[in-house]
Antibody
Framework: QVQLVESGGGLVKPGGSLRLSCAASGFIFSDYYMSWIRQAPGKGLEYISYISSSSSHTNYADSVKGRFTMSRDNAKNALYLQMNSLRVEDTAVYYC?????????WGQGTLVTVSS | ENVLTQSPGTLSLSPGERATLSCRASQSVSSSYLAWYQQKPGQAPRLLIYGASSRATGIPDRFSGSGSGTDFTLTISRLEPEDFAVYYCQQYGSSPYTFGQGTKLEIK
């Protein structure tokens, strides 16, 4: 069965950086677009970014463009989200998801807290 | 940006009743690229409906989606206890792929 396991979350100060990872299994990872979606505490869902199966194309929400970079390693079945210049409003649970049109399967998420 | 507005914000119903959830877009959703997700407390969202009306794998047929253009509906024909949750719509026809703010379906 499809498994997506996020890791790398934690507490970081404003202006800091963090790298999230998502380990995928149970499907042919290199065949699928992948996405990141986040959810601030007690709030709704916010689309962050997607990456094509071959990494040739990425797309970002305006709220993270220029600060976040999504990448993948198909040999390792791994997805990444490099987050720089973090702000307090980036505090959220970050989910990786299989697919971008739409998001078919979701991991359980990793919490990122940006606070001084 | 295509803004999605869901109504009502909260819907109070009893098991066995019919639920109708609405999602209205500020711009036409191209190719009916509209999805519905269910989220229970402490869990990740689950895809229910894609392409406005196609059920995802394993989703019971009491869930149905309809609509086109700017107006979409998720209908749950007969509510089961496990259906009480928050429901989100999302358009993935134009970037950025926006979500609605959610409808909380609670037990009356």
């Amino acid at each position: 069965q499809v498994q997506l396991v996020e890791s790398g979350g934690g507490l970081v100060k404003p202006g800091g950086s963090l790298r999230l990872s998502c380990a995928a299994s149970g499907f042919i990872f290199s065949d699928y677009y992948m996405s990141w979606i986040r959810q601030a505490p007690g709030k709704g869902l916010e689309y962050i970014s997607y990456i094509s199966s071959s990494s040739s194309h990425t797309n970002y929400a305006d709220s993270v463009k220029g600060r976040f970079t999504m990448s993948r390693d198909n040999a390792k079945n791994a997805l990444y989200l490099q987050m720089n210049s973090l702000r307090v409003e980036d505090t959220a649970v970050y989910y990786c998801a299989r697919g971008s049109h739409p998001h078919v399967d979701w991991g359980q998420g990793t919490l990122v807290t940006v606070s001084s | 940006e295509n803004v999605l507005t869901q109504s009502p914000g909260t819907l109070s119903l009893s098991p066995g009743e019919r639920a109708t959830l609405s999602c209205r877009a500020s711009q036409s959703v191209s190719s009916s690229y509209l999805a519905w997700y269910q989220q229970k407390p402490g869990q990740a969202p689950r895809l229910l409906i894609y392409g406005a009306s196609s059920r995802a794998t394993g989703i019971p047929d009491r869930f149905s989606g309809s609509g086109s253009g700017t107006d979409f509906t998720l209908t749950i024909s007969r509510l089961e206890p496990e259906d009480f949750a928050v429901y989100y719509c999302q358009q993935y026809g134009s970037s950025p792929y926006t979500f609605g703010q959610g409808t909380k379906l609670e037990i009356k």
